[in-house]
């Protein structure tokens, strides 16, 4: 199946510092790519859609101002946090579609904020 | 009417034996129905998948039979190996490039 890389795996953060996040897709094109949000043992909660060239369209109850995404390219989207803060301390997994059918993940991203 | 039901919530099955994880659902317009494997740390993976003209899809040991008139559809793991032990997911979407809706998720421990 197609690849979907994320980086970084992990990161650590102080309060109030930003922190970005990149959701890339090696061996094809993605002109829509997912960005989800996982809690301890619970399901994924979608934040995002992102759009090449486009605004990415958020959820209810996603703030825009704060979880910012870019989708320069074909192949890269990225989720920045803004202004990070411990409550932001979660798991961040993306992913793709090829060719309008299957969705590809990335490993995810582990955030935690100090 | 967006909600994908998924039960059990955890499962316990011991190494050989087969495992059952059901979803159900209400939108009739859900045409692409996926199943993800995910263990601790890691990204969901594709499993298998399953679009509603067809009533049962095999890959190996995995197989997803579907009940169109019950809404409802469920995952089948035969002949369960400790390495299966993971959070399983089902997923249901209407049309490409629309968002996933996910169920709770059901974590499975395959017992040696």
């Known amino acids: 199946g197609a690849v979907v890389s994320q980086h970084p795996s992990w990161v650590i953060c102080k309060s109030g510092t930003s922190v970005k996040i990149e959701c890339r897709s090696l061996?094809?094109?993605?002109?829509?790519m997912f960005w989800y949000r996982q809690f301890p043992k619970q399901s994924l909660m979608l934040m995002a859609t992102?759009?090449?060239?486009?605004?990415?369209?958020?959820e209810q109850g996603v703030e825009k101002d704060k979880f910012l995404i870019n989708h320069a390219s074909l192949t890269l989207s990225t989720l920045t946090v803004t202004s990070a803060h411990p409550e932001d301390s979660s798991f961040y997994i993306c992913s793709a579609e090829e060719g309008n059918t299957e969705a590809f993940f990335g490993q995810g991203t582990r955030l935690t904020v100090v | 009417q967006q909600q994908v039901k998924q039960s059990p919530q955890s499962l316990i099955v011991q190494k050989g034996g087969i495992s059952i994880i059901n979803c159900a659902y209400e939108?009739?317009?859900?045409?692409?129905f996926p199943w993800y494997q995910q263990f601790p740390g890691k990204g969901p993976a594709l499993l298998i998948a399953?679009?509603?003209?067809?009533s049962e899809k095999k890959e190996g040991r995995f197989t997803i039979s579907f009940n169109k008139s019950a809404k409802q559809f469920s995952l089948h793991i035969m002949d369960s190996q400790p390495g299966d032990s993971a959070t399983y997911f089902c997923?249901?979407?209407?049309?490409?490039?629309?968002?996933?809706?996910f169920g709770a998720g059901t974590r499975l421990a395959v017992h040696p």
């Open positions: 997923a249901a979407r209407s049309g490409g490039y629309n968002k996933l809706i």
């Open positions: 939108n009739t317009a859900f045409d692409y």
């Open positions: 061996d094809f094109q993605a002109t829509t």
């Open positions: 992102s759009n090449e060239g486009s605004k990415a369209t958020y």
């Open positions: 399953i679009r509603p003209d067809v």
